[in-house]
């Protein structure tokens, strides 16, 4: 898998090595919408592979220094031009000369430590990647990026207590929704059950839902911005009709299909993305009731090994 970077007589190519077994996710990169496969990597992974810069038509192309860097950076789509690097390691691989024909470098950045999981939402992309740089002079200066992907698995919870939402309304209403535990694995089953204990009001739906909610922050000047994001993710018919009291209906949703990630608490105090389960009653009278729980979600297992055609692409230096 390899990129390309084109300048009038230069071009550079980076590639992974020792990725043959590796799983790849399809992501869009930078502003082009064109769906790229990236690899996947886990914290504590080598990150290997080679560099090559290709001078052509007989050319020369002097510089000071050329290295490769390793960044981890998060970056806010309101805010594009100041990311945050909150992981970095660069190697120099040549200093002072000429480069001609064709020149290859290779790279290893050993047992990284990658704790955050990557991640591109609505306001905040956070990405992982290794990026080449020609140091030219003071005023100019070539790069190329080649961006991976990263999933951390971690271990089940010691304690997942059950989730219990209780809606009352005076001496009209008393539902109470159990759910068999806290936090889930992205491929597990939403397990509870709905008691209807007093129930006056005249109901036509009830529903759940599972709402996204991707939080980010940006400093200006002197002061914070806060933009909230909600995105529901899936919606569920509980009930069609009036139910009675006494009535228990059984809960499974299947999270296995749905469009999820772990969830992430606070992220170098620049974003969180947090989901939350969402009862929503409707009455004959159009009137809604509502009431909302967290779910913690995490990653219990990598995707399956899918054999995916690589394309070469083509893209410009910076």
């Known amino acids: 898998m390899s990129m390309f970077s084109s300048k009038p007589f230069h071009q550079i190519e980076i590639s992974f090595t020792n990725v043959e077994n590796r799983q790849t996710i399809n992501q869009t990169i930078g502003e082009s919408k064109e769906i790229t496969p990236l690899f996947i990597y886990s914290s504590g992974d080598n990150i290997t592979g080679e560099v090559k810069i290709k001078i052509k038509n007989s050319k020369k192309l002097e510089y000071r220094n050329i290295s490769i860097a390793f960044i981890g950076q998060?970056?806010?789509?309101?805010?594009?031009?100041?990311?945050?690097?909150?992981?970095?390691?660069?190697?120099?691989?040549?200093?002072?000369?000429?480069?001609?024909?064709?020149?290859?470098?290779?790279?290893?950045?050993?047992?990284?430590?990658?704790?955050?999981?990557?991640?591109?939402?609505?306001?905040?992309?956070?990405?992982?990647?290794?990026?080449?740089?020609?140091?030219r002079n003071i005023s100019t200066t070539y790069s190329q990026d080649k961006d991976f992907w990263v999933m951390n698995v971690m271990k089940p919870p010691l304690e997942?207590?059950?989730?219990?939402?209780?809606?009352?309304?005076?001496?009209?209403?008393?539902?109470?929704?159990t759910?068999?535990?806290?936090?889930?694995?992205?491929?597990?089953?939403?397990?509870?059950?709905?008691?209807?204990?007093?129930?006056?009001?005249?109901?036509?739906?009830?529903?759940?839902?599972?709402?996204?909610?991707e939080i980010t922050k940006s400093n200006s000047g002197m002061n914070q911005n806060i933009f909230t994001e909600n995105e529901t993710i899936a919606k569920f018919e509980i009930m069609d009709g009036a139910p009675v009291q006494g009535d228990k209906i059984p809960i499974r949703f299947f999270l296995r299909s749905l469009n999820l990630t772990p969830?992430?608490?606070?992220?170098?105090?620049?974003?969180?993305?947090?989901?939350?389960?969402?009862?929503?009653?409707?009455?004959?009278?159009?009137?809604r009731y509502f009431r909302e729980t967290e779910l913690v979600l995490y990653r219990n297992t990598l995707p399956e090994k899918k054999t995916i055609l690589i394309k070469k692409e083509l893209s410009s230096d910076k």
């Not at 997942?160 to 009352?168: A, T």
């Open 179 to 213: 759910l068999e535990q806290s936090q889930f694995h992205l491929t597990d089953v939403i397990k509870g059950i709905v008691n209807y204990y007093i129930v006056k009001i005249q109901f036509k739906s009830m529903g759940l839902s599972i709402i996204k909610r």
């Open 160 to 177: 997942n207590p059950p989730i219990n939402i209780k809606v009352g309304l005076k001496s009209d209403l008393n539902i109470d929704i």
């Open 74 to 135: 998060i970056e806010l789509t309101y805010d594009p031009g100041n990311p945050t690097i909150f992981i970095t390691e660069k190697v120099l691989v040549a200093k002072g000369g000429i480069l001609t024909g064709s020149n290859d470098y290779s790279f290893n950045f050993q047992r990284k430590r990658m704790r955050y999981e990557s991640y591109k939402g609505t306001n905040v992309n956070l990405r992982y990647f290794v990026r080449v740089i020609i140091d």
């Open 263 to 287: 969830t992430f608490p606070q992220i170098n105090n620049i974003f969180s993305v947090r989901y939350f389960l969402n009862l929503v009653l409707v009455d004959k009278k159009e009137k």
